[in-house]
T-cell receptor
């Protein structure tokens, strides 16, 4: 079945460590996105990519990094510079038709900093 | 920057009844899309319904319909004949001309049997 796969579902990190969250899609979508979700808040955009080897910062990019070497993959690295990384992270993709950007989501990854 | 406001953090409805979730947004653009997404307790977000701003006719998907008031920048979701499976957090979202989506803070809907 086509969809978006995020891994791991749960991740624990010690302070000072970098961690990488995986996001893979087999929907042949051009655009991919990373969102952060905190309790009681909506989704906030971290990074997005509309084409391979290109990506843009979203509203809260500080302390995060991404790469887009393949169309189907968009991993997110949470660096030690991210001051409050404990959150739920959602990856999404969209068939790039610009403004009509309906999003297809993965099941999410929950990161907890110990 | 666009903003999306959902003024009802929590709502509840009796099974089989109708409930309306509110959403307002702020934008200076004339061409955009609006969406309602559902996030059940299993956490995977799915699309409920979408509305193109240039269309005056309100979108409908089975028991879900919207009341889109462009001048008032209002985009409410009506759920008819509510079912237990409708219990979830609902997010209103705005998609701009660059394809970036902005989300509201969500409304948690409880369905009472």
């Amino acid at each position: 079945d086509g969809g978006i796969t995020q891994s791991p579902k749960y991740l624990f990190r010690k302070e000072g460590q970098n961690v990488t969250l995986s996001c893979e899609q087999n929907l042949n979508h051009d655009a991919m996105y990373w969102y952060r979700q905190d309790p009681g808040q909506g989704l906030r955009l971290i990074y997005y990519s509309q084409i391979v080897n290109d990506f843009q910062k979203g509203d809260i990019a500080e302390g995060y990094s991404v790469s887009r070497e393949k169309k189907e993959s968009f991993p997110l690295t949470v660096t030690s510079a991210q001051k409050n990384p404990t959150a739920f992270y959602l990856c999404a993709s969209s068939p790039w038709t610009g403004i009509t950007g309906e999003l297809f989501f993965g099941e999410g990854s929950r990161l907890t900093v110990l | 920057a666009q903003t999306v406001t959902q003024s009802q953090p929590e709502m509840s409805v009796q099974e089989a009844e109708t409930v309306t979730l509110s959403c307002t947004y702020d934008t200076s653009e004339s061409d955009y899309y609006l969406f309602w997404y559902k996030q059940p307790p299993s956490r995977q977000m799915i699309l409920v319904i979408r509305q193109e701003a240039y269309k005056q006719q309100n979108a409908t998907e089975n028991r879900f319909s919207v009341n889109f008031q462009k001048a008032a920048k209002s985009f409410s979701l009506k759920i008819s004949d509510s079912q237990l499976g409708d219990a979830a957090m609902y997010f209103c979202a705005y998609s701009d001309s660059a394809g970036k989506s902005t989300f509201g803070d969500g409304t948690t809907l409880t369905v009472k049997p």
